[in-house]
């Protein structure tokens, strides 16, 4: 049983042009995520986990020993460099967008690892498998909060560290020049985020593994694999472990293992997903190929160790209660998926015809592919609630910077960026903090004209007499702009990703076509709340440049199987003047009191929490109007007043 001795990747030309082609069309579909779900206010953890390195920077007092503090339980100075960098590059204004587009780049760059290993290794049926798997991982939304917030690029990092580490053990000679390098990934791994520890057992693992197949290669790869073991103790003793974060764990070992079925059959459902996720690799490592097993063989190994490895830390560590995978991890697991059509693929070319085989390779192939479609279905609530958050957070800020104290009393959550309001409206209120901020924030003072200018920056430029629509820049000089423009000073990669922004004109909401009036029909429903205020609550109203949240009830649609149809939630706003359609889409929320009121089962999934975005609707006073997909509508009683927006520069 002897691997193939492939000492080096060697990449060609053509496998360079298709990397490259693979990064740009996962970047272009994540990029199109950002461009209309992401905004460029901090939020949550970044204020804290960012904002007190900046003024360190600035006076010159910045330390090795800061950029390496930790943050929880995590050390990220990768990440923190990343800021800096970026926040000095853009004129010293911090933009989560910009923090945002960076890091989606380094990803991608992490994803084009696989594709070059199978493509360069590999036949063109693994090729093809391992590609169309990376594209169709990278480019879905269900990591939208790793993708939608810069200060994540720590996930990434890590990722790119550890995919090239697994790479190195891999392919590389085990040897001093190897063993050096490996240190550095993992030492690097460890500086990103406390999952970078897992980069030293899962490549000591497969150090380990590549010893037994090649016994010339046993006594040093046990060498190095007992070394990085070391490095992995080591770096999981120094892994901070804040007090605050103990009701986060796992209570206990039935807890653990509860959470555990749950992370580690990610994007399936516990123990199927345990089957799929480990079947496929067994099979072949141990069954089918264990005499023609190459390098690829242990990259992939490796990949599906490490996402099982960071399935077993989200367990303990984020194990109380646990229910699902959240958005910010699955790309820590995600790593198993994408091993698992590679071995599937390598089934598929065995040469071996038995139904067993067959039934493995092609049945982890449909069922990953099926996987991972529905878990992005399933996350695009969630995207368009955090979405729907920036916005408001944004808008909030913006007032309070212009002087409006309520802004952040007694708001609904997440409709501040931060979870301690006072502490963030003291660090606001500092006028060195204010001149570091995103443009998208400071519309409300640059319309008062109590924004200073800042040399070395673009102006980016908008006008009240078009409800700020459209914005334009101007980099040359201050003298060309007219002085009836409202302009802010911003960075050149905030300008760029604003003005890309307005050219891309996407949004993650449903947004409103132009649609004959409804005939109202006697069906029940109701919107309970507008924007999370009651809907008793007059008058119900929302600038265009603000998404409307509708929560309520009404029919519910069910799956026609006769004309294989599946009618979604239609909103209609609609006057005398013009009507606008909206598509909510089909999820719907549990209402028993609904259910039970009405003494009718069907209505127990009634209910809907929904957005729409309002941009291309004409300012006025609207009906709302719910469809659930038949010839019937319900005309729920409110009004809704879409009016001109009042601050410059939210939308962008």
Known sequence: MQAKALKTIKITRSTIYFCFFLIILIFSARLCTLMSGGGSIPFWDQWGGENSIFSAFENGTLSLKEMLAAHNEHRIFWTRLLTLALYEINGQQWDNQVESFASNLIYCLALAIPVAVASTNCGSHQKISVAASVILMGALPFGWENTLVGFQSQFYINSLLAFTAISVVSFGGIGYRTGVLLSLLILGSFASMANGVLTAFACAGLLICRGVVQPSLFRRGLALAVFAT???????????????????????????????????????????GQLVLLIPAAFWMTIIGRDRQSSADYFFLGLNALGMLNAVA?????????????????????????????????????????????????GSYLTIFLAIIGQSYLQWSKLEERAY???????????FLNGDEEAFRNKPNGHVPYPDPAQLGKSLRSSEQSASLPTAVLGARALSGRYPDKTGRCQIITRQKDHFSTISANCIGRSSVSPADISVATGRLSSFLMLLRQEADLSVFPRGKPTSAPKLTGNSCAIDAVNEQPS????MASSSDIPIRLSGWTAPAHFNFSKISWPSLKIILSNDAQSYLFDAGHLRTRRTDVANFLKNNRYVYSGFDTYIDTRDVNFGKYRVILNNGSSSFCDTGHDVIISAPTIPFVRF
């Open 230 to 272: 070391f490095l992995g103790i080591a770096g999981f003793i120094a892994t901070p472990s804040p007090s605050h974060h103990a009701a986060l764990k796992a209570q206990d070992f039935s807890e653990f293992i509860h959470a555990l079925l749950i992370t580690s059959s990610w994007p399936l459902p516990p123990g199927l």
């Open 314 to 362: 989200i367990a303990y560590s984020r194990g109380h209660d646990l229910i699902e995978v959240t958005s910010r991890y699955t790309d820590t697991v995600l790593p198993s998926s994408i091993a698992t059509i590679y071995f599937a693929s390598r089934l598929v070319c065995s040469g071996v015809r038995g139904a067993t085989t067959r039934f493995i390779a092609y």
């Open 389 to 399: 958050m920036l916005r408001m957070s944004t808008v909030n800020t913006a007032k």
């Open 536 to 539: 008793n609550q007059l008058p």
